[in-house]
């Protein structure tokens, strides 16, 4: 079993910086894949990046590229997402997901969840 926790979620305004953290306990936490998916009221669940078990390669949804950043520290065992120059159509509920395998964008390929932070971005 692996517990994730995620934090840092809040209100900021549009083109606003929030750095979300997510940390792990239970397994090696280097031997998962990281994952954030946002889910917003009324839509399903929404791939926004990922990183290997190193770290060393990253994966992002178009809609976040170039203004999101994932990162880990496997020493700490967390794992941050780093949000830039945010937009309204940010604003959701952020969780982590950790995948025993390679990195993946599917969420139906993670094996564990945290609870979630809310994201709100004004306009």
């Known amino acids: 079993q692996v517990q994730l926790e995620e934090s840092g979620g809040g209100l900021v305004q549009a083109g606003g910086s929030l750095r979300l953290s997510c940390a792990a306990s239970?397994?090696?936490?280097?031997?998962?894949?990281m994952g954030w998916f946002r889910q917003a009221p009324g839509k399903e669940r929404e791939f926004v990046g990922t990183i290997t078990k190193s770290g060393g390669a990253t994966l992002y949804a178009d809609s976040v590229k170039g203004r999101f950043a994932i990162a880990r520290d496997n020493a700490k065992n967390a794992v941050y997402l780093q949000m830039n120059s945010l937009k309204p159509e940010d604003t959701a509920v952020y969780s982590c997901?950790?995948?025993?395998?390679?990195?993946?964008?599917?969420?139906?390929?993670?094996?564990?969840w945290g609870q979630g932070t809310q994201v709100t971005v004004s306009s």
């Open positions: 239970g397994r090696t936490f280097s031997n998962y894949a």
């Open positions: 997901a950790a995948r025993a395998g390679y990195y993946d964008t599917s969420p139906n390929r993670y094996d564990y």
